[in-house]
């Protein structure tokens, strides 16, 4: 065996043993095309290490406890933040946009790293470069060449392009089609450098800005006009060579029928996610302002009695009627040391999709769900009345909102149930948003307008004034539509369905015959969809 003192072993970082490195490809900045992995990586980091062009909404999937920093300087002075950050134990994640490989710069981070004698993992993510094309329509084929040069810089951090950090020569002579991402400040420099080495100034180009992003936009256009066009501050990609031919026909992002539209969402952002998401695929850019905030209720013992006869076994039913009112409960369950067995025997209905999947996020399939309309009303169409032979007791609880109607709890009795209506938790209004929020609902800035309860209605108008006539009222069901009626809202939009998915999917269309007729249909309260609605991409 050698001697220790000669050779060189392989070292461990100092600190907490459960210390590990993952470096993670976060792609194009959208973040429904990260990765599983990506996401549970993320989610379980303890710090994070950022470059500055990662999209914020990447950052969200970040835990609250998270340290979040950006790295300066060169590949060495980021590869020794690493190690230091390593050394005090945790999960460090290096998060880098497109894909870790794809960037020199970081190659040279995990290679310094590597002849440390550090380990890690890498998550691979799409390039800039293929999420571009992909989106832009532009096939890249079996020959292509994607490079991301952003993370070629001086020490000083500043884009540098000089045929030193590149090799131009190689990128102007590729077979096939070429992507390049770049920095808003190293467009006009790109497009001379490879002019500079063999590319005719009328090549044409294909230039995406944002891809994959709500806001993303494509100009085809030549080399020597791209630093005419008008851009963000990047990430820029430019398309050249074969596979540019096939973007009419293939095309499909900036197509999309809501592609371009910004829509107000009056929910917060946890409420809002799968509205936001399904938003986000018809290529809105959907902005979420929250109407009402959730607060518990003002007498708890309701509540504690409740769940301790639920415990006791005097219920045969719990109706939930809202996401809010499972958190409710479930709060209250470990407040009490108790997890979701304490409904076993228990049947649980729910008025629709949304609060079906709360329920199941807690590992509870619901029994019943309304066959038709999802409300309350359609819950009791489907609700089976109270049989003594049958039902052991005839008890149900219901944890709803303080300001919810009476119906689904007089129906229910009125099938013969004994029905416990406790206030699970309050609705107050939100503050008002920002000042340039409130003047952009009420002056035009939003295309259209997502109303899911006559509450949200009522408290969007009380915290921001009235929507502007331009903007497309949405309304998730009868009830809503009424009450923004009563507002003095046109209704122009509700689905034939009441649940989130058919209300998105309704606007999707109603814009689809936007754009097919150059003008807004005729509709009221009463307004439906058309026919056949737009798949989902």
Not at 245 to 252: F, I, Q, V
Not at 435 to 463: M, P, Y
Request: with cysteine; aromatic share 4%; charged share 20%.
């Amino acid at each position: 065996m050698s001697d220790s003192s000669t050779d060189s072993p392989h070292r461990e970082p100092e600190g907490d043993l459960a210390a590990r490195l993952t470096f993670v490809g976060v792609g194009p900045g959208n973040p429904d095309l990260l990765t599983r992995l990506a996401v549970e990586v993320l989610g379980s980091a303890d710090i994070a290490v950022v470059d500055r062009d990662v999209h914020q909404d990447v950052l969200a999937l970040l835990g609250g406890s998270v340290t979040v920093e950006h790295p300066e300087g060169s590949p060495v002075a980021v590869a020794e933040t690493l190690e230091d950050r390593l050394a005090a134990g945790g999960h460090v994640v290096r998060l880098v946009s497109g894909d870790p490989w794809s960037r020199d710069g970081v190659i040279r981070e995990a290679a310094l790293l590597a002849e440390a004698g550090v380990r890690f993992e890498v998550v691979p993510g799409i390039s800039l470069g293929a999420g571009a094309a992909a989106y832009a329509g532009v096939a890249l084929g079996q020959t292509h060449v994607d490079v991301d040069i952003r993370s070629e810089a001086t020490a000083s951090g500043h884009p540098d392009v000089s045929s030193k950090s590149v090799d131009w020569a190689a990128l102007a002579s590729a077979p096939g089609t070429l992507s390049v991402a770049v920095s808003g400040d190293q467009l006009g420099k790109t497009a001379t450098a490879l002019m500079e080495h063999g590319l005719a100034g009328v090549t044409p180009v294909v230039m995406v800005d944002r891809a994959t992003l709500a806001r993303e936009s494509s100009s085809a256009t030549t080399l020597e006009q791209v630093e005419t066009l008008e851009t963000s501050e990047g990430p820029l990609v430019l398309l050249l060579g074969a596979g540019l031919e096939t973007r009419e026909a293939l095309a499909w992002s900036e197509n999309r029928p809501l592609y371009g539209w910004t829509v107000l969402v009056p929910r917060t952002r946890e409420q809002a996610g799968s509205m936001s998401a399904l938003l986000r695929r018809y290529g809105a850019l959907p902005l979420e302002v929250p109407t009402i905030s959730v607060e518990k209720p003002r007498l708890p013992t309701h509540m504690e009695r409740a769940v301790k006869n639920l415990v006791d076994g005097e219920f045969e039913w719990v109706v939930f009627t809202s996401a809010n009112a499972v958190r409710a409960v479930r709060e209250k369950f470990v407040e009490f040391g108790l997890d979701a067995r304490a409904l076993s025997g228990v049947k649980v209905a729910v008025v629709g999709d949304a609060t079906a999947a709360a329920v199941r996020s807690y590992g509870i399939e619901p029994e019943l769900i309304p066959s038709g309309e999802q409300s309350g009303r359609g819950l009791l169409e489907d609700f089976p009345p109270y049989d003594e032979t049958l039902d052991p007791v005839n008890g149900v609880l219901l944890p709803r909102a303080d300001i919810a109607t009476e119906t689904l709890a007089t129906g229910l009795a009125e099938l013969g149930w004994e029905v416990t209506d406790v206030t699970a938790y309050r609705t107050v209004r939100a503050a008002p948003p920002p000042a340039e929020i409130r003047e952009a609902i009420k002056g035009g800035g939003f295309d259209a307008v997502l109303f899911t309860s006559s509450s949200t209605a009522r408290n969007l108008v009380g915290i921001a004034g009235k929507p502007h006539a331009r903007t497309v009222v949405a309304c998730i069901g009868p009830k809503t539509s009424e009450t923004a009626g009563e507002l003095g809202l046109k209704v122009d939009v509700m689905p034939s369905v009441a649940n989130v998915p058919a209300l998105v999917a309704a606007l999707a269309s109603y814009a689809q015959q936007v754009a097919e007729t150059g003008k807004r249909p005729q509709a009221g309260p009463a307004a439906r969809p058309a026919a056949k609605e737009p798949p989902l991409p």
